[in-house]
């Protein structure tokens, strides 16, 4: 067991206020394989001045020094990918092969682009008489959740690095061990000190005394809607900037002329990703009424390949859930999905055979559910699928849109102008047509109560600007 005792603040390792300690738990064994520091509001102010001094002088380098040093953190980024997989399958439970090329592998991809766009990026325009100026924010708050841990706080990160902000990072108390690494990275990097700080921590206390703070100028936030809300009515106290990433209840529409085989496929991999661990996941497969056996029967062949296992086995397609707390909540939702009276095809509560300890979740499958349904309504964040029937394309469109969520969807047709306009009429910030690819150049965000922030590429980098007018 490692024992992490500092935290990161002005460009040091500082030992915190009080001796508090997070134990970080591997769901796949049960086992405490770390503690880190529990901040409070006493580090929370220490780093806060940290970032505000560090601020004067970050927002005024030029787009090419920033570049600079966001190449350095890259290039170690890389250099320690390999570790920073198994340590993020070691906190987490996503299989190995997935943490490599997702949670290791996406945050190299986001940061780069964000160094490319630095040497293109116009910082001025012109309008009229107007010479308009897009200015850093200011010192900001980066509060992320555990389920792609470094690749929230890497969005977060390098965007508002990139724009001259400075930043208090306070990572999920479930997964920290990975945010450290990153403060080590930056620590090597050289950049100047109080521009990224790094304060562990519960929500209750460093997070709470970030979003209160008045020397922070804005909050980005990724997190479930319920803690989104608290966050926007107390940084109202202050008239900051809320940037707000939160849950989802996704839908995906099988249109009467898709490739169902290789739709239900693709749902599938969506929904069971991370172990169903994904705010952009596809939870609700809408499909014709009509063809229910036939998707049923690709849906029973296609989920068995999906068995929960040790996540470090190179092989592994599932792992387990995060917590205890969030597998009781998945139990939870199986259990109501049953009393509720839809039709559980797979799963299940059982746990997986063979697996005695670790807070796995069996693959879970329902059919016939109907709107009303608490697993149709709310996020389970587990690997539990709702299939949904529809009459005709009007009421595909009306259930999609039926829910107070709005991050994610997909449409699945033979013709591609049908999908297209049926993607158009749903009230969501993105929509992969026939398995169109995750772009991580295009802005990712909510609709609804799935928040109002955009994230990744130039849409993110826009997100820690604000804009100033001079006239001539
Ligand atoms: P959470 O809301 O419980 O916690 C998120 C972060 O907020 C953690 O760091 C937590 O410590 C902190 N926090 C908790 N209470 C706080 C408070 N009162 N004040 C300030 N900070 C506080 O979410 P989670 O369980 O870590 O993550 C799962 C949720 O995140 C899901 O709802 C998921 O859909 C959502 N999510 C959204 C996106 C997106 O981009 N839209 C991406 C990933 C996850």
């Known amino acids: 067991m490692k024992s992490y005792g500092k935290i990161y603040i002005g460009g040091h390792w500082c030992l915190p206020a009080s001796t508090d300690l997070i134990e970080v738990i591997n769901p796949a064994t049960e086992a405490v394989i770390a503690t880190v520091p529990a901040g409070s509001s006493v580090d929370v102010e220490a780093a806060v001045t940290a970032a505000r001094k560090a601020l004067p002088g970050w927002s005024t380098t030029k787009p090419a020094i920033r570049a600079g040093y966001l190449t350095q953190i890259y290039e170690a980024l890389v250099t320690r990918g ?26 190299t991809v986001v940061l780069e682009s964000y160094i490319k766009l630095l040497g293109e990026f116009a910082f001025s325009e012109r309008i009229g008489n107007s010479l308009v100026l897009k200015e850093p924010v200011g010192v900001v708050a980066a509060i992320t959740p555990w389920n792609y841990p470094l690749h929230q706080l890497m969005i977060k990160v390098a965007a508002a690095l990139a724009a001259g902000c400075t930043i208090v990072a306070k990572p999920s108390e479930l997964t920290p061990l990975n945010a450290l690494v990153l403060a080590e990275i930056i620590d090597s990097s050289g950049l100047p000190p109080g521009v990224f700080n790094l304060v562990s921590g519960y929500g209750a206390e460093v997070g709470e005394a970030l979003v209160s703070h008045p020397d922070v100028d804005m909050v980005s936030f990724t997190g479930s809607t319920a803690i989104g809300k608290r966050i926007m009515a107390l940084g109202a106290q202050t008239v900051k900037h809320v940037a707000l990433e939160l849950g989802g209840k996704s839908a995906t529409i099988l249109l009467d ?82 009393a509720d009276g839809a039709e559980l095809l797979i799963g299940g509560i059982e746990p997986p055979d063979g697996l005695p300890l670790g807070y796995y979740v069996r693959p879970t499958v329902f059919g016939r559910v109907t709107k009303e349904m608490k697993i149709a309504r709310e996020e389970i964040f587990g690997p539990v699928l709702s299939i949904m029937t529809y009459r005709d394309e009007d009421e595909a469109i009306e259930i999609a849109n039926d829910t107070v969520y709005g991050l994610s969807g997909a449409v699945w047709s033979a013709d591609p102008e049908r999908a ?53």
């Open 257 to 338: 002329d898709a490739d169902i085989e290789t739709a239900v496929k693709a749902t599938l991999s969506s929904c069971f990703l991370n172990s169903g661990q994904t705010c952009s996941a596809h939870t609700r497969m809408l499909i014709p009424q009509d063809k229910y056996e036939l998707v049923v029967a690709f849906v029973r062949q296609h989920v068995a390949l999906y068995v929960p296992e040790n996540p470090l086995n190179t092989q592994a397609r599932i792992g387990p859930l995060v917590s205890a707390v969030q597998r009781d909540r998945v139990l939870d939702y199986i259990r109501s999905g049953i």
């Open 82 to 107: 390999p570790e920073l997989a198994e340590l993020m399958t070691t906190e987490l439970g996503m299989p190995i092969k997935l943490s490599q090329r997702i949670q290791a592998g996406l945050p």
């Open 420 to 472: 297209e306009r049926v993607a158009r009429k749903l009230q969501t910030g993105q929509v992969d047509i026939n398995g169109g690819r995750f772009n991580p150049l295009a802005p990712f965000g909510g609709y609804k109560q799935s928040g109002n922030g955009r994230e990744l590429g130039r849409y993110g980098l826009e997100e820690f600007l604000q804009t100033k007018s001079l006239q001539f």
